[in-house]
């Protein structure tokens, strides 16, 4: 009798599951092309690597530039890059193509707008770290966010000299005080009217289904955060006999040996195996 494939163990997890939990992390976007180092790196960021010496957008996003014109002039072409630019390869179209239709949900530590872009329905989606499309105060002054594309858009065009005009620094609409991305990077986090709704879907979700035949679909999540996704889906996995916890990870797919009859782990590029699976179910 032939022995089915790591590919097929996870379609069939697909097909027979009630409802599906994917958890994203970065894994998935650099499958889609969103690489922050490398050729990448290098013909986006030639004259910002020679002046301040870093060698991946990564570290441009902590680097202390001298002036925030230097700091916006950066940010700005990191943003356009990787928000409000089309990802190079199709893995959300395909993974979205597969969800169609199914009882599911993404969770996601991603904040570049990939799974909006795929057409996801945003009722299905909470980005649990904030967006690259969205401003907030650096205080907070307050829990909101706004809309930054066309700001980012101008100090992407108007830049010059690894500077932005001083006019397009962004600041907040409500106090005045210095704007900054929406990312949870500190305590200063804001977590706006919409955060909230989306967390309050996925804990219903969640609970809701807590008995059901579970997939918990986890692609491209490392340990930078692992208390996000990794471990929770490791833990609800545990606790449900129904359940499985499927993980694809180019660098890094193991799993928990108490889970391990529950489990589907694939050291593989996501956007292969997404492609692969969709042609199966």
Same mark, same amino acid.
């Given at each position: ?79 356009? %890059?990787?928000?409000?630019?089309? %990802? ?178 694939? %050291? ?14």
């Amino acid at each position: 009798m032939r022995t089915c494939s790591e590919t097929e163990l996870l379609a069939k997890a697909i097909d027979d599951a009630d409802a599906i939990v994917v958890g994203a992390g970065s894994g998935l976007s650099t499958s889609a092309g969103k690489v922050y180092d490398g050729e990448r790196f290098h013909s986006l960021f030639p004259d910002f690597e020679e002046r301040y010496g870093f060698h991946d957008m990564y570290a441009g996003t902590f680097y202390r530039f001298p002036t925030q014109e230097e700091r916006w002039a950066y940010m700005s072409r990191h943003i356009m %890059a990787n928000r409000y630019t089309p %990802a190079s390869r199709p893995v959300h179209r395909d993974l979205m193509s597969i969800l169609e239709d199914r009882e599911y949900f993404v969770v996601t530590t991603n904040v570049d707008h990939l799974f909006q872009r795929a057409g996801i329905d945003r009722k299905r989606l909470f980005y649990t770290q904030g967006d690259y499309g969205l401003f907030q105060c650096s205080r907070p002054c307050c829990q909101e966010t706004w809309d930054n594309e066309d700001q980012i858009r101008r100090m992407a065009a108007e830049q010059s000299d690894c500077r932005i005009p001083s006019s397009l620094i962004p600041v907040c609409p409500k106090c005045g005080a210095p704007a900054m991305m929406n990312l949870r990077c500190d305590d200063r986090f804001a977590e706006d009217e919409g955060w909230h709704r989306a967390a309050e879907r996925y804990e219903n979700f969640l609970r809701t289904r807590r008995n059901q035949k579970v997939l918990y679909l986890e692609l491209g999540v490392g340990y930078n955060t692992p208390a996000i996704i990794k471990y929770p889906f490791w833990q609800m996995t545990a606790a449900n006999p129904k359940a499985t916890y499927a993980c694809v990870n180019l660098g890094d797919a193991r799993y928990p040996t108490q889970i391990a009859k529950q489990s589907i782990g694939m %050291a593989r590029d996501i956007g292969d195996v997404i492609s692969e699976v969709a042609q199966l179910c």
